[in-house]
C-alpha cells in the first residue's frame, strides 16, 4: 500500500515562496511518477507537473506557473518537493500529490493520493 503524506502548505504574501513536501511510504519513489495537483475552491482538480523518478526528469503542465514552480526529489529522504516562487493569490488552492506508474493528466486516473496541503496566497 503506497501512502503520500504532504507538508509545507501555509499563508503566504503575494510574491513569497513555498516549498511542498510529499513523503512516499509502502514503496520506493523509482516505481511511480509524483504528480502534484492542485484544486482551488469551486473547481476540479488541476494537474501542475510530474516528476520522473526514473531519470530524474520534471515537466511542468500548467501554463500559469511555468518559471515560478519546480519539481524536484530528495533522494535519501523518499520525498519529491514543489517549490513555488513569485506566488499569487490566484495559486490559493489545496495542493496534493499523487502517484501512478505513469504520468497522466486526469485526477481520476490516479489510485494514490495525499491528504492535501492548504496554500493561501494573501497580503
Known amino acids: 500500500q503506497v501512502q503520500l503524506v504532504e507538508s509545507g502548505g501555509g499563508l503566504v504574501q503575494p510574491g513569497g515562496s513555498l516549498r511542498l513536501s510529499c513523503t512516499v511510504s509502502?514503496?520506493?519513489?523509482?516505481?511511480?511518477?509524483i504528480a502534484w495537483f492542485r484544486q482551488a475552491p469551486g473547481k476540479g482538480r488541476e494537474r501542475l507537473s510530474c516528476?520522473?523518478?526514473?531519470?530524474?526528469?520534471?515537466?511542468l503542465y500548467t501554463d500559469s506557473v511555468k518559471g515560478r514552480f519546480t519539481s524536484s526529489r530528495d533522494y535519501n529522504k523518499n520525498m519529491v518537493y514543489l517549490e513555488m516562487k513569485s506566488l499569487k493569490p490566484e495559486d490559493t488552492a489545496v495542493y496534493y500529490c499523487?502517484?501512478?506508474?505513469?504520468?497522466?493528466?486526469?485526477?481520476?486516473?490516479?489510485?494514490?493520493w495525499g491528504q492535501g496541503t492548504q496554500v493561501t496566497v494573501s497580503s
Open positions: 516528476y520522473w523518478n526514473s531519470d530524474d526528469s520534471s515537466r
Open positions: 509502502g514503496s520506493t519513489l523509482e516505481n511511480f511518477v
Open positions: 499523487a502517484a501512478e506508474r505513469e504520468c497522466y493528466g486526469l485526477a481520476d486516473q490516479y489510485d494514490y
